[in-house]
């Protein structure tokens, strides 16, 4: 993905691992159709966890952009920031990142200090308008974090989400 690391966020699922146990159990004669219905669980399980990932992965990623668009400084910059936040992976893996490879990511996460010229010198930056301005000094930015809130709302639901997932997969067995 980009340059921050420390801006990716890291969905995974496991299944147990149990459901092959019991396949191996329900070849046992006596066992007769455990085995069966011991991989037909496993299936669905594993189906649910693929889409409950990917569901995860999605919602870490609208919440970061939300999070973007609600405490950016200026709407450009931030619709810029926002589209660059993608989510990679498949089946019971994904990171949500940006594609971003220089300071901008950084700085609204974590906020930046102010910082100033050397002396006899200007600081020279382009402005969304691709204007050229000059300062002696910039000011320090606040942090406006999108990445921990994020990770902290996704953590939250990801139980739920899960459970309700495999719940309505699971649900021709009852």
């Not at 159990?25 to 594993?46: M, Y």
């Not at 950016?72 to 910059?77: K, T």
């Not at 809130?149 to 719940?167: G, L, N, Q, W």
């Amino acid at each position: 993905m980009g340059k921050w690391k420390e801006l990716e966020v890291e969905i995974t699922t496991t299944v147990d691992e149990n459901f092959n146990e019991l396949i191996k159990i329900g070849q046992d004669p006596s066992f007769q159709g455990l085995s069966g219905l011991a991989f037909q669980l496993k299936k669905g399980v594993e189906r649910a966890s693929k889409k409950g990932t990917r569901d995860l992965a999605k919602h870490n990623r609208s919440i970061q952009q939300k999070f973007i668009s609600d405490t950016s400084v200026h709407p450009y910059a931030s619709g810029m920031l926002s589209s660059s936040i993608v989510e990679t992976g498949q089946d019971l893996h994904y990171i949500i990142g940006t594609r971003i490879n220089h300071i901008y990511p950084m700085s609204v996460e974590k906020g930046r200090r102010g910082f100033s010229a050397k002396p006899g010198h200007f600081l020279a930056f382009y402005l969304l308008s691709g204007e050229l301005i000059f300062r002696k000094s910039v000011g320090p930015a606040p942090p406006r974090p999108f990445v921990e809130p994020a990770y902290k709302e996704t953590e939250r639901i990801s139980k739920k989400v899960m459970e309700a997932v495999i719940d309505k997969e699971l649900s021709v067995f009852r």
